[in-house]
């Protein structure tokens, strides 16, 4: 099937509580007026042959019934929360980028990966009220009442000297790979309410409590092993209620190291299956932060959403990369590019092409690495990734030649919500 007909057929388809340790915000929703330019720093106007674009060539409109759910890596980090803050309050540009893009496909649940966040949530606050509530370019702004956040395991002092070095402290002695704690985070946005006295965190799971782990008996020493969690970023599992009935959002992220060398492969792989015996019901040995201990109850509708393993490329050496999208538990929808200009026609299509690819990597092949995977009882009416082409509709904002263009796409999935 050509990505026109399978674009075709996806349109016929188609507040803290700091003691829990997470940050729950409940914002009044008012948006502000479509405004272009409410602060200095925004990106270039589109000219009028912008204006002129036809959005259906890039976007598809959902059923009114469906519930879109999407994520994205969206790389807002910064030196520090402070430094992070400062630079959205001032009026950042790619965050802009980001939230136009969110607001071209408009879903109803976002989750942001690669977001650096603070203990008080000013980050997630200020992102919601300052850029996806108010109109990007002309864009219809979003009303997400309803936002969560809570600690990352990325940048986490261990206190341990993990890496050998000699001395406690530094990247190399975290639990998760960040410059500072919650480096690499991730939010939650939605329009339905979050059940959060039912919302799961497992932060600090320890790696030496999964049975069979990978752990090298004389790599870590018997403190370390007492220490070190399993998750490097995110696994969260925030119920929320639409129309009366719950989904189960679980979020995953995990923490890269930026050079490849570092990568713990052995830990990715336990990380990955850590979130695959969660959902499938075989983890009957986790617990969460609360204590609670179990997996995801079997039957229960649930959406897997972020980054929950290493892209390809990155982790090619791991032979088990697809276990999760191979899980009987999961749907792989195999979301690709919405657009009239087929991927394998495009400037650096030479070095191979995946229509489901959602990174952009430079002089290389693009990869898969971001995930919106529905459990098996879901519904499925559409998936797609936001990839338009040149001269296509939204094109600036994932143009790799753009200073402001974040490297990964938003991916969305429309689902039946009874």
């Given at each position: ?8 057929a ?10 829990a340790?997470?940050?729950l915000?409940?914002?009044?929703g ?5 405004s ?21 060539s ?21 030196a ?11 009026g950042?540009p790619?965050?802009?980028?980001v939230?136009e ?22 980050i ?88 069979e ?34 989904v189960?959002?679980v ?20 990380e ?12 009957w040995y ?21 980054q ?10 791991v032979e ?16 690709a590019a919405?657009t ?5 026609e ?5 070095h191979?092409t ?22 098996a ?10 990839w ?31």
């Amino acid at each position: 099937m050509s990505a026109a007909q399978r674009k075709e057929a996806c349109r016929s388809g188609i507040a803290a509580v700091a003691a829990a340790g997470f940050v729950l915000l409940s914002t009044s929703g008012a948006q502000a007026a479509a405004s272009d330019y409410p602060t200095p720093g925004q990106p270039v106007a589109p000219g009028e042959a912008a204006k002129d674009l036809d959005p259906a060539s890039t976007t598809v409109e959902k059923d009114e019934d469906d519930l879109r759910v999407a994520t994205m890596s969206a790389d807002l980090t910064g030196a520090s929360t402070e430094q992070v803050l400062a630079d959205l309050r001032d009026g950042l540009p790619e965050a802009r980028t980001v939230a136009e893009t969110v607001q071209i496909n408009a879903p109803e649940v976002l989750v942001l990966t690669g977001v650096s966040t603070d203990e008080y949530g000013e980050i997630a606050e200020t992102l919601n009220e300052d850029y996806l509530s108010v109109g990007q370019n002309g864009q219809e702004p979003l009303d997400y009442p309803h936002v969560f956040t809570a600690e990352t395991n990325s940048g986490m002092d261990s206190g341990a000297d993990l890496d050998g070095d000699g001395v406690i402290g530094g990247p190399g002695d975290t639990i998760g790979y960040g410059e500072y704690p919650g480096h690499y985070g991730t939010v939650i946005f939605s329009k339905h309410p979050i059940e959060e006295d039912q919302v799961r965190t497992f932060q600090e799971f320890l790696w030496d409590d999964m049975p069979e782990n990978s752990m090298e008996e004389d790599e870590f020493s018997e403190l370390e092993r007492s220490i070190l969690r399993l998750s490097t970023g995110t696994l969260w599992d925030v119920p929320i209620r639409v129309d009366g009935e719950h989904v189960h959002l679980v979020a995953s992220s995990v923490a890269l190291p930026e050079d490849r060398e570092d990568l713990d492969t052995a830990r990715g792989g336990d990380e990955r299956r850590m979130v695959e015996d969660f959902v499938s019901g075989n983890g009957w040995y986790l617990y969460d932060d609360e204590g609670q201990q179990g997996p995801l109850i079997p039957g229960t509708r649930f959406v897997l959403l972020g980054q929950p393993m290493s892209p390809h490329g990155l982790e090619d050496e791991v032979e088990d990369l697809n276990s999760l999208l191979s899980s009987y538990v999961l749907q792989d929808t195999e979301p690709a590019a919405v657009t009239d200009q087929p991927v394998d026609e495009r400037v650096g299509a030479e070095h191979g092409t995946d229509e489901s690819a959602t990174r952009a990597v430079p002089s290389g092949t693009d990869v898969r690495a971001s995930y919106v995977l529905p459990g098996a009882m879901m519904d499925v009416s559409g998936s797609g990734v936001f990839w338009p082409g040149e001269g296509e509709y939204g094109y600036e904002l994932v143009d790799p030649e753009s200073p402001h263009a974040p490297e990964d796409r938003l991916i969305w999935l429309d689902v039946g919500t009874l």
